[in-house]
Structure formats: C-alpha cells, structure tokens
C-alpha cells in the first residue's frame, strides 16, 4: 500500500508540472493522456501519390527509381511512357469520390477511438496545402483541396473519434535532405525548412490529438530536434494537455523515448514491455497503401484481426488497423467489411476491451487461445477470458482462475450464470449450456467474466511499468 501511495503521488506530481524541458528525462515523465490507453483501437489511413500506381505498396517511387527492383521497373515499362516520372502521377491522383463524411461512418462503425491519417509520406506529397510543399501538396495538384483538414472535421463533427496525424521526417529524393544526408547530418538546413515548418503547421492549423512520426531512422534525434519539438508540443501548443506523441524521432529513439513505443511495424513483443506500446499492422498483409492487384487471401480474415487485437490489449497495448483507400478516395468493400464486423463484435466485448488493464496472467495457462483482460470499479476488479475459439462440448478448463465462494461467471453478451467447478490446485472448469444460433452473443470469439475471484487483483511488477503508465493507473485505483 506504500508503495501504491508512493506511485500515485508521483503521478498527480508529474501531471502538476507546468513545464517540460526538451531533453528525454523531462519528456519522458510526462503521464500519458488517458483517452490513448482507454481507447486501445485505432484506425490508420496510408494514403498519397503512391494510391495512384496501387503497386507493390506505399514504397513505390522508392522501389522504382531508388532500389530499382526489377518487378516495379518491368511494371512501370509495361504500362507507363518510358518519360514517365513519379510526378506525373500527382495530377492523376484525383481523389474524386472522397467523402469524408462516409469514411468517418465507417470508423465510427468500426468501435475504433482514434484516427490517424498519413499527412505526408516519404515521398513528400502533403495531402494538406502546406506553404512547404510548393506545387507538392494536395492543394495545388491532383485533389487540389485539403485532404487532412477536411478529415479531420468530418471526424470533430460527425464522430466521438480523436484525430491524429501521421508525418514522415524525412524525403526519399529532396535535394535538402540528400545533403544534409552526404554531410553525415552536421547540417540541418532540411530540418530547418521542411521538416519542423510542416510539424509545426500541421499542429497549429489541425490540432491533432496524436502526432505520429515516422522516417527518422537515418540520423539522431538531435538532427531532427525532436526534444524541442516536444517540448512545445507538451508546454505551448494548442493540444497541449490531451496530445500523445509515438517513439520514432530519431534512430536512437524507438522502444526509449515518447508517450507510446512503436518499435517496430506490426510490434507484436509476446509479453509485458515496461512502457505503453502500440500494434500497428495492416488488413493487407503486405502493403500499408491500396494494392490494385491485392488478393482475398492477402486480406487478414475477422478471425485474424480479432486474435490481434485480443492478444495486444492482453498485453497492455493499443491496435492500430491500417487500411489503404484508392486514389480516387474511396475505402475497398473489403476493408470496409472488416472494419464493421471489428464494430459489430465490440458492441458486444467492448467491456472487455475497453479501459481494460492487464491482469496478474496474460494467455492462460492450460487452455489454448484464451487471452486475459481486467477492469475495476473501486475495489472490484473484474476478469476477462478471452476465448478466440468455441470450447469442445462446450466446456473449457482455465488454469489461472481462483474461485472464491461468491465468483460468479457469465458469457459477456448472453443472459444468466455459468455453472463451474473449481479444479484442485487451482483453475476453474467452466460449462457452457446450449445456445441456439440466433442466442449467440457472437459470432467469432468470445468473452468469459469472471467476478469475485479469490485473485482477482492484478499481482503486478510495478517496476514493470513506466512512470506514465503507472501514474495513470494508479489515479484510478487500480
């Protein structure tokens, strides 16, 4: 109990700061915002020039004329004049079927809380007017309106969704970062005029929740002056009390520093990582933008997409879903699919999903595929196990669960009790009775809750934990 008191004074200490300073130490100790970690779903949008081709993936110009793979020279001979340039395919990229109020709906639907948007990718096009993308930019060619700012409003206006923005910091092929690149970053004339100017009116002009940055992996954080962006963004900027930042501003940086870690694409870590991290992955399997020639099987199935989100939040981390719309700004039926049937199993499990924390256990120690969640109202904490498969007979043993003498267990979404019996040693085995089709809470995977459990709460290695995570916790009682 001291030490609990200890760590929620250090919370309430660290939101009391009224200042950050721009180094790691001071950056660092800032509490997450708690909307990201209640949130645990998000939705990414990879969108740009490189829709237009829909070939291979977002790193089209990149495999073209950078790496020259023979498969996106062969394609680009095979279909394109041989002046074509990347460029030119900008004015093709009309965007003529956007609508941002749909897309919207669809996240909506999807039981996601927060939507973060490419706003520029490594080749450099801004899907914002930027004034620091001169005739590279959303606003003077190809949609020519602003793509990140009318998003945005259809999200503020039409959903309860926070809104966050992606940016890449560096450029494949602008002249300004290839020098500062052959003078081995002891200038900074790119960041000086490209990459802080557009953070900057990105933030002002949008107010985003969430800055999620990329493309840092070739030079330090120092280079890139991250610490004093930061610190603006936590001290002065309009977000600043609710905006959360991700750990990619400098190739020393990733899994060390920021409000969440990313660490990597598709960052599964397999246990408990002492930070706030985050899963971000993709419907398609192989590309983060829309692929013309993508096929079925090449799309994760309902199946899939639930055992990715069931094992993150088990672990203490958020999903990230990416999907890729067309040039013309429409989002595939596929994808669309995938994102409703995300919305119509969270109607039902949200409350084993959401603001949920982990649990003393993570997979359960003798059935398969049973993932634990926990929630808590005051001294009550609630269990979660996460089925991702029907029991055979309709009867599972869990091996974690003590059961106490006033447990009860329910299958979230179906009316009435379950009947269990406690295994000696410890465990409980749990029987499901008969359930027509049209009764069934679901259709993909299901969600046991267990109340009043011997060891309902969580037996947590506090010295796991990072200060951010641990002040928010801890503000909470749990």
Not at 282 to 304: Q, V
Request: charged share 15%; aromatic share 16%.
């Amino acid at each position: 109990m001291v030490l609990l008191g200890l760590l929620s004074l250090a919370g309430l200490f660290c939101t009391a700061l009224s200042r950050y300073d721009p180094n790691w130490n001071s950056l660092d100790a800032r509490p997450l915002p708690a909307w990201y970690d209640e949130g645990k779903i998000g939705i990414f949008i990879h969108w740009g020039v490189f829709s237009v081709p829909a070939f291979g993936s977002e790193w089209f110009w990149w495999q073209w004329q950078g790496d020259k793979v023979p498969a996106y020279v062969q394609y680009m001979q095979q279909n394109y004049r041989p002046d074509f340039t990347y460029a030119d395919f900008a004015p093709m990229f009309h965007a003529e079927f956007y609508d941002p109020g749909q897309w919207a709906d669809i996240f909506q639907s999807s039981g996601a809380n927060y939507v973060v948007l490419v706003s520029k990718h490594h080749e450099g096009f801004t899907n914002w007017p930027s004034k620091y993308s001169w005739n590279w930019n959303a606003g003077d060619v190809g949609p020519k309106r602003d793509l990140v700012g009318d998003l945005a409003d259809a999200i503020r206006s039409k959903t309860n969704l926070k809104f966050g923005v992606y940016h890449s910091m560096f450029e494949w092929f602008h002249p300004l970062f290839l020098q500062d690149q052959a003078n081995d970053y002891s200038t900074q004339d790119f960041v000086r005029t490209k990459t802080m100017p557009e953070l900057y009116e990105l933030v002002n002009k949008y107010k985003p929740d969430l800055v999620w940055s990329d493309g840092e992996w070739m030079a330090p954080d120092v280079y890139w002056n991250s610490t004093e962006f930061i610190a603006w963004l936590y001290n002065d900027s309009p977000v600043k009390d609710t905006v959360v930042v991700n750990d990619r501003w400098g190739n020393n940086t990733r899994c060390a520093h920021g409000g969440f870690w990313d660490c990597s694409d598709h960052y599964t870590p397999g246990k408990l990582v002492p930070h706030k991290w985050e899963n971000c992955m993709t419907i398609d399997k192989y590309s983060w933008g829309y692929r013309a020639n993508a096929r079925l099987s090449d799309i994760h199935t309902i199946e899939e997409l639930l055992q990715q989100l069931v094992t993150t939040v088990s672990l203490g981390g958020n999903l990230l879903i990416n999907v890729g719309p067309t040039s013309y700004g429409e989002i595939g039926p596929i994808y669309e699919e995938r994102l409703r049937q995300l919305g119509t199993w969270l109607k039902v499990n949200g409350e084993a999903i959401y603001k949920t924390k982990v649990w003393t256990y993570q997979n359960d120690s003798i059935a398969t595929n049973v993932w634990y969640t926990s929630s808590s109202n005051g001294t009550d904490v609630t269990v979660y196990a996460l089925l991702l498969g029907w029991p055979v007979n309709s009867t599972i043993t869990l091996g974690n669960p003590i059961a106490a003498a006033n447990t009860v267990v329910s299958l979230v979404g179906y009316q009435g009790q379950l009947s269990y019996k406690p295994v000696s040693g410890g465990g409980i085995t749990v029987t499901i009775p008969p359930i027509a089709p049209n009764e069934m809470p679901c259709e993909w995977a299901w969600a046991l809750r267990l109340e009043g459990l011997q060891n309902q709460k969580p037996n947590l290695n506090w010295n796991m934990l990072s200060r951010n995570v641990q002040s928010i916790a801890m503000k909470k009682n749990f």
